[in-house]
């Protein structure tokens, strides 16, 4: 089976950075995707991680290290937009693609 | 571009009642997945295909069905619907090789049970 971690809720200030974490237990890994999903639309993708290391993407950073079953998407110059629930999501050996519950994000001015 | 259809957007049906919820893609793509998410949770994986004839089920199959006799097309069966199937479903479907923004979702379905 797969277990997939994040944080419920986090608040942060327009301009500042914010690291959301996620933490998986996974049998067989294929790779880690982080998507933002506004209310009451489908989820976007935002970044994908196979090997270990970081993935730059303009204002949008992921990290993975597969040893630890650990990742974290970084939001940079954060603006009032990027409120949103950012989901961390696993494609396991079977390919199926596990999603976490979200990870609510409130920008405040 | 199509890309993932699904249909209706919205129902309402009562308990007890059945439907089918219709997810086509045009991208001759081989993976697809049907997915429910409640309100303020993530996705959870109700059935998923890795190609036509091949069906596996997921976190939550109790209480739906589906089928994969086209490539193209992914329906999800509720045959006695309940109160807690109570949703929005998403369908998506992704290349054999996933990698990247290779995956590909619909715009969701709304659906109360009543």
């Known amino acids: 089976g797969q277990n997939i971690d994040q944080p419920t809720e986090m608040t942060a200030t327009e301009g500042a950075i914010v690291q959301i974490n996620c933490t998986y237990q996974?049998?067989?890994?294929?790779?880690l995707f982080w998507y933002q999903q506004h209310a009451g639309e489908a989820p976007t993708f935002l970044s994908y991680?196979?090997?270990?290391g970081l993935e730059e993407k303009g204002r949008f950073s992921s990290f993975l290290s597969r040893s630890k079953g650990y990742s974290y998407l970084l939001l940079k110059e954060l603006q009032m937009k990027d409120s949103a629930s950012y989901l961390c999501a696993v494609l396991g050996s079977a390919r199926q693609l596990t999603f976490g519950s979200g990870t609510q994000l409130t920008v405040l001015p | 571009n199509a890309g993932v259809t699904q249909t209706p957007k919205f129902r309402i049906l009562k308990i007890g009642q059945s439907m089918t919820l219709q997810c086509t893609q045009d991208m001759n793509h081989n993976y697809m997945y049907w997915y429910r998410q409640d309100p303020g949770m993530g996705l959870k994986l109700i059935y998923y295909?890795?190609?036509?004839?091949?069906?596996d089920k997921g976190e939550v199959p109790n209480g739906y069905n589906v089928s994969r006799s086209t490539t193209e097309d992914f329906p999800l069966r509720l045959e006695l619907a309940a109160p807690s199937q109570t949703s929005v479903y998403f369908c998506?479907?992704?290349?054999?090789?996933?990698?990247?923004?290779?995956?590909?979702f619909g715009e969701g379905s709304w659906l109360t049970v009543v």
């Open positions: 996974t049998s067989g890994f294929n790779g």
């Open positions: 998506a479907s992704s290349y054999l090789q996933i990698s990247g923004n290779t995956i590909y």
């Open positions: 295909s890795v190609g036509a004839g091949i069906t």
């Open positions: 991680n196979v090997l270990d």
